[in-house]
């Protein structure tokens, strides 16, 4: 059973910088894709950031291109999305996700796990 524990939201001033982790339990990862959703308030769940786990290959959302970095760590089974130069519009829930299918998929329904989510609030 995969298992998904978001952790490192929080409250942060524009521009600043945050980390979220993503403790992933279950199977082995290796031809996973994960990625990170987020959902702000009356808007549907988009797309953030999706790394292929095996390879390390990237795709992110052009919003958060060159402020957002996403990393696995291999030996811990985390994914990290480091968060910079946060904007008001970054304000939202921010979810793991994982495609046991791999490839770098933006679509929600794709994903077939999911974790519990953790609120980035950025002020101004």
């Known amino acids: 059973q995969v298992q998904l524990v978001e952790s490192g939201g929080g409250l942060v001033q524009a521009g600043g910088s945050l980390r979220l982790s993503c403790a992933a339990s279950g199977p082995t990862f290796s031809g996973y894709t994960m990625g990170w959703f987020r959902q702000a308030p009356g808007k549907e769940r988009e797309f953030v950031v999706a790394?292929?786990?095996?390879?390390?290959?990237?795709l992110y959302a052009g919003s958060v291109k060159g402020r957002f970095t996403i990393s696995r760590d291999n030996v811990k089974n985390t994914v990290d999305l480091q968060m910079n130069s946060l904007k008001l519009e970054d304000t939202a829930v921010y979810y793991c996700a994982a495609n046991p299918r791999g490839g770098l998929i933006t679509g929600r329904y794709n994903y077939d796990y999911w974790g519990q989510g953790t609120q980035v609030t950025v002020s101004s």
């Open positions: 790394i292929n786990w095996r390879v390390g290959s990237t």
